[in-house]
């Protein structure tokens, strides 16, 4: 929608669409708002009607439910802008980490390395620390500006959060993460690239080329999901469309043809093998919504 409202609404979209791992049904509605005054006016609406709200950012750690979802799809992919005051990036929660990890190593600035091939938002990465080999996002933020269940803006900053093993210690349920002022270091070029590469090569193991929302579990306290799945005999499980990768046990993979439902159950079943096998029980690292 063009004029003076910067944000982009449609009725009944494919859930699929937005999700890296492609399954879903279609939700009411789906709004993209441009700027940080309509994201609080939705939030304002929402306090009033009361509709169900999801917050969906590049997509690619969620798993949407079949059939026809009740209620608002935000993404916050349009709140993109980026500006640099020395060595801080003030950056949208709509921005991509590639483009984080990239346009600091142009500047000769580290400190986002570890986000290297983690596809995404910035949003979405805070929200779950999402990180690698022990580092994660939370730990380069100085400052972030939400919005709250009520519509007010909240500025936090650093000493106010943290972060541990794939989570925030600020509940996301009620809050929208809309920008941050993130911190780098000056560097020498070779160290950055140095650097990255020790995180490039932790990747190499992952799948490549197949539709799916990172790892399913998170891994238990001094031991990897992937090892347990693999030990456990979980690769190559399929139901239906949904399929463990014979690459790294922790992925799940839509061959094609998978829904939601047939996610949801490989999931289960794959928890219920190990925790069978070896009494652990493995928490899921992806996000089921709608369901
Ligand atoms: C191939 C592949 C590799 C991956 N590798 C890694 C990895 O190495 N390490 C890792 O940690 N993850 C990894 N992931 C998972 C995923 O990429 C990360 O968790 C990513 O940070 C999610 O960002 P997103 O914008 O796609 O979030 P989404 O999937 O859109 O959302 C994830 C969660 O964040 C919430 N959210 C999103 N934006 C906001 C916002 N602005 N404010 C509040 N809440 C918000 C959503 O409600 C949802 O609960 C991988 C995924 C894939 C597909």
Redesign the pocket.
């Known amino acids: 929608m063009k004029g003076r409202y910067a944000y982009i609404l449609k009725e009944r979209v494919g859930l699929a669409e937005l999700s890296?791992i492609g399954v879903g049904g279609e939700i009411e509605l789906f709004i993209e708002p441009g700027n940080l005054d309509e994201v609080r006016k939705i939030f304002c609406l929402r306090m009033d009607a009361g509709f169900p709200l999801y917050?969906?950012?590049?997509?690619?750690?969620?798993v949407f439910s079949d059939g026809k979802l009740e209620g608002v799809a935000l993404s916050?992919r349009r709140l993109c802008e980026t500006r640099w005051d020395k060595e801080f990036l003030i950056a949208g929660?709509g921005v991509s980490?590639s483009l984080i990890v990239s346009e600091a190593a142009k500047r000769c600035l580290t400190g986002a390395e570890f986000a290297y091939g983690?596809?995404?938002?910035l949003?979405?990465?805070l929200?779950?620390n999402?990180?690698?080999l022990g580092r994660g996002a939370v730990d380069i933020i100085e400052e972030m500006t939400t919005i709250e269940r009520d519509g007010s803006v909240r500025k936090w900053h650093r000493g106010e959060f943290s972060g541990s093993y794939?989570s925030l210690s600020l509940s996301?349920s009620d809050?929208?993460?809309v920008e941050c002022k993130i911190k780098f270091q000056n560097a020498q070029r070779e160290d950055i690239e140095r650097e990255t590469e020790v995180f490039r090569k932790a990747?190499a193991g992952?799948p490549k080329g197949f539709r799916?929302?990172?790892?399913t579990f998170k891994n238990p306290p001094g031991d990897s999901a992937g090892r347990l799945l693999d030990v456990c005999g979980c690769k190559g499980l399929r139901v239906g469309g949904a399929v463990v990768s014979d690459v790294h046990a922790n992925f799940i993979i839509n061959s094609g043809a998978a829904t939601g439902k047939d996610i949801v159950q490989l999931v289960g079943l794959c928890r219920d093998i190990v925790f069978q096998k070896t009494g652990i029980r493995l928490e899921n690292e992806i996000?089921l919504l709608g369901f």
Do not use: E, F, H, Y
């Open positions: 890296a917050i969906i950012g590049g997509g690619t750690n969620v916050a929660a980490m983690i596809p995404g938002s949003g979405g990465a929200s779950g999402a990180g690698a794939r996301m809050r929208l993460i990747r992952q799916s929302a990172g790892c996000k």
